[in-house]
């Protein structure tokens, strides 16, 4: 039975440590650009960045709308603040992923996902889809989750992009916990899915053991790398930002569901993988033949309920 091939691609996370509100985007494109040239020395033609990179996770705090729009949101991308990101990669021959926070012509919000070639082209974009938290104001809990207030839920579906080669799918944090994501990248053929998060270490919602939140975020990257047969890379931003944790583990996760590289660390670290894309080609051929094995007939209650319901009569 012939064995596919080997197909290389360096893939690098490059985790951050803390923005805190104070922070000039200026000092943190620095950090980002010095990142992109370890992991290219390293090896990277890929380069994933977190969610939000370029600020503070600001959701966690409540403020106006027009206020969030003028401290934290983009109006373009690029734009002359991280033209230098831009740059250094195109000079360096790197591509990258980069999350930050969206605002449209048109006013629109959203919690966004840029995917760069190596000769710095954007070739795909997302839009956060599954956003957590609330849109209400919590005043008695110890920090806000307001994603449903900030942001409006993606519009441009999850898609799969072509980057120098490699069938890329982008979701971004909150996404990596609901399997539809990840299935409908692979049922696109992504080889590699690439992600940022922000996961705050402590639930305002009940006293959830902290060790949970490391230990349900690493299960949902390696089921669902396993499941579809595809590479998985995670960037977190991470540490105390003004003094709220957030759970580090960056991680690059193979086919087999195995982590193959992981931070150690919640500060600024860059984690590199040669990945073998052909590693999920095997998978996909047998044990994951999607055409030959899938029932979707059986499966209609995935599109067609929202919410749990009664069993089936
Ligand atoms: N953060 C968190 C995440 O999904 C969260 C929110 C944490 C939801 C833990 C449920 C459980 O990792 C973002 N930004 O989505």
Not at 60 to 77: G, K, N, P, Q, S
Not at 188 to 210: C, K, M, R
Not at 286 to 304: G, K, T
């Amino acid at each position: 039975m012939p064995v596919a091939t080997r197909r290389r691609l360096g893939v690098a996370v490059a985790q951050m440590g803390p923005v805190h509100a104070a922070d000039r985007r200026e000092a943190v494109v620095e950090r980002l650009v010095a990142m992109l040239a370890t992991a290219q020395a390293r090896g990277a033609a890929l380069v994933v960045f977190p969610e939000l990179a370029l600020t503070t996770f600001f959701p966690r705090h409540w403020m106006d709308e027009r206020e969030a729009e003028a401290r934290y949101f983009e109006t373009a991308m690029p734009n002359p603040v991280v033209r230098p990101l831009f740059d250094a990669a195109r000079r360096l021959g790197v591509g990258f992923h980069l999350g930050y926070a969206e605002l449209t012509p048109e006013g629109r919000r959203y919690n966004t996902a840029i995917l760069v070639d190596r000769g710095g082209a954007i070739v795909g974009k997302y839009r956060k889809i599954h956003l957590p938290g609330h849109a209400d104001h919590k005043p008695d809990a110890p920090f806000q989750h307001l994603e449903k207030k900030y942001f409006e839920v993606g519009d441009l579906g999850f898609r799969v992009f072509g980057a120098d080669g490699t069938r890329v799918g982008l979701c971004i944090c909150n996404d990596r916990r609901w399997p539809e994501t990840f299935r409908v990248l692979a049922l696109q053929s992504a080889e590699l899915t690439v992600l940022g998060y922000n996961t705050p270490s402590h639930n305002i919602h009940w006293n959830e053991p902290v060790h949970l939140r490391m230990s349900t975020h690493l299960i949902s990257l390696q089921a669902a790398a396993y499941q579809n047969a595809m590479w998985i890379a995670a960037a977190a931003k991470c540490g105390a930002e003004d003094g709220f944790p957030m759970i580090g583990g960056s991680v690059i996760v193979a086919p087999t569901g195995e982590i193959v590289a992981r931070t150690t660390s919640e500060e600024d670290e860059v984690i590199v993988a040669d990945a073998d894309l052909a590693l999920g080609e095997n998978f996909r051929r047998h044990v994951f033949d999607f055409a030959r094995h899938r029932r979707p007939e059986h499966y209609r209650l995935i599109v067609e309920r929202t919410g749990a319901g009664d069993p089936l009569p």
